[in-house]
């Protein structure tokens, strides 16, 4: 079956420009995750939502970043006011859950 | 505070022999791990898991061990082959969050020489 997909592959953009991250989870999977990974780290958690509600925000890193799933299934993700600092690739995961974390491609943000 | 470490951060290994990667936490809250695999421009691939209440979960050429009262796991690769080379991240979470937030260590890169 199809996996988790994330639009757009790479995303280049002005400080201070408004960006939204897309991820289409696997099928099925309820839980939905965003991480973002900077150059020689592991993946860094962001959110995580359970259907529609996000059932954990603790890893965002300040008000300029929001995520939504409005119908349990697709998501998005909204960084206002970008900033250089936030360059990196935000990768979404789904799962069901208890279960493995599935990961798509990510996204590679890069601000100017 | 790094929680979750991998202190290798490459590993050479010849083609057929093992490859052993290793793995620390501190946190004692931690009851499920997993290791991933990433190749360039690629998202993690999930490789193997294991829960607290076990020592050992093998699939195929991949084990994984898990020393709690060590902090410590491993995933071992029996035999290693070149498709193996990649970068691998172990990463924790807990039961108690429904597995929601995985912690990663910051990956060990794996090279397997032909």
């Known amino acids: 079956g199809a996996g988790v997909s994330q639009t757009p592959s790479n995303k280049v953009t002005e400080k201070g420009k408004y960006v939204e991250l897309r991820c289409d989870p696997i099928?099925?999977?309820?839980?939905l995750y965003w991480y973002r990974q900077s150059l020689g780290q592991g993946p860094e958690f962001l959110i995580y939502?359970?259907?529609?509600?996000?059932?954990?925000d603790s890893g965002l890193p300040n008000d300029r970043f929001f995520a939504v799933r409005p119908e349990g299934s697709v998501s998005t993700l909204k960084i206002q006011r970008t900033e250089r600092g936030d360059s990196a690739v935000y990768l979404c995961a789904s799962s069901l859950t208890p279960g493995p974390q599935y990961f798509g491609p990510g996204t590679r943000l890069t601000v100017t | 505070d790094q929680q979750v470490k991998q202190n290798s951060p490459s590993l050479s290994v010849q083609e057929g022999r093992i490859s052993i990667l290793n793995c620390d936490y501190t946190n004692s809250m931690f009851d499920y791990f997993l290791w991933y695999k990433k190749y360039p421009a690629e998202g993690p691939t999930f490789l193997i898991s294991i829960s607290s209440i076990k020592d050992k979960n093998e699939d195929g050429r991949f084990t994984v061990f898990l020393n709690k009262s060590a902090k410590h796991l491993s995933l071992h690769i029996v035999p290693s082959q070149p498709g193996d080379s990649a970068v691998y991240f172990c990463?924790?979470?807990?039961?108690?969050?429904?597995?929601?937030?995985?912690?990663f260590g910051q990956g060990t890169i794996l090279t397997v020489h032909p």
């Open positions: 990463a924790a979470t807990q039961s108690g969050t429904s597995y929601g937030k995985l912690t």
């Open positions: 099928s099925g999977h309820t839980a």
């Open positions: 939502f359970q259907g529609t509600g996000a059932a954990d």
